[in-house]
């Protein structure tokens, strides 16, 4: 299917994510000082970027895991059906994990993997999500942490997609259709 031309308008700079990051990576730190070794759940892809950005500021023991649930495919609107497409390699029964996503839109995705986890019986389940759009939501999900609540844009970079290009902007930006 052939692209719309667009441009990106730059949301929030680089600079900006990485003073929040290492905020977020401090109250992290105060909830999970007593941890053996926190599991660190990314989900793929579009959280990778920040995954990676939030374990250098963690002062923690760690190790770091991925998961992947069936997500938007190339088109802007969520399948809300979610089905799990590679699980987890690490037993969480027992132990603290934190689940990081890049953003939460709807709520289908993160209500969907935090309940199918919670089936394994972790310790603590916490979740932390870079953007959040709130106007969106149409399931009951709040994240523990969320680096910025954002209005109902479609945004690209830092890890996240459209159609799978613009991960590899440093920035979040925002998608602006532009006519031909
Ligand atoms: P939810 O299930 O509707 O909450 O959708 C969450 C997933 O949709 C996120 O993990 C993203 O992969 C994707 N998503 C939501 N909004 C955007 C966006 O603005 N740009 C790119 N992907 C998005
Ligand atoms: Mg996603």
Do not use: C
């Not at 667009?6 to 700079?13: E, N, V």
């Not at 999970?32 to 950005?53: N, P, Q, Y």
């Not at 995705?109 to 759009?133: E, G, Q």
């Not at 994240?143 to 590899?168: L, T």
Request: net charge negative; charged share 30%; no cysteine.
């Amino acid at each position: 299917m052939p692209q719309r031309p667009y441009m990106i308008d730059q949301l929030i700079s680089a600079k900006a994510i990485a003073a929040r990051i290492e905020s977020l990576a401090r109250e992290i730190g105060d909830e999970f000082r007593d941890t053996d070794k926190l599991v660190v759940v990314g989900l793929l892809r579009g959280s990778f970027v920040f995954i990676a950005d939030l374990v250098r500021e963690l002062d923690l023991p760690v190790e770091v895991d991925f998961l992947e649930a069936s997500s938007y495919g190339d088109a802007m609107e969520s399948s809300r059906e979610v089905r799990i497409l590679k699980d987890l390699r690490a037993a969480i029964e027992g132990r603290d994990v934190l689940v990081v996503e890049d953003i939460v839109d709807t709520g289908h995705t993160l209500s969907h993997v935090t309940r199918y986890l919670m089936t394994r019986k972790p310790a603590r389940l916490k979740t932390i999500a870079l953007l959040d759009k709130p106007s969106r939501r149409e399931v009951d999900f709040t994240a523990d942490w969320i680096g910025f609540s954002i209005p109902d844009e479609f945004v690209v970079g830092y890890g996240i997609d459209f159609a799978q290009r613009n991960r590899n902007l440093p920035f979040i930006g925002k998608v602006r259709f532009t006519e031909d």
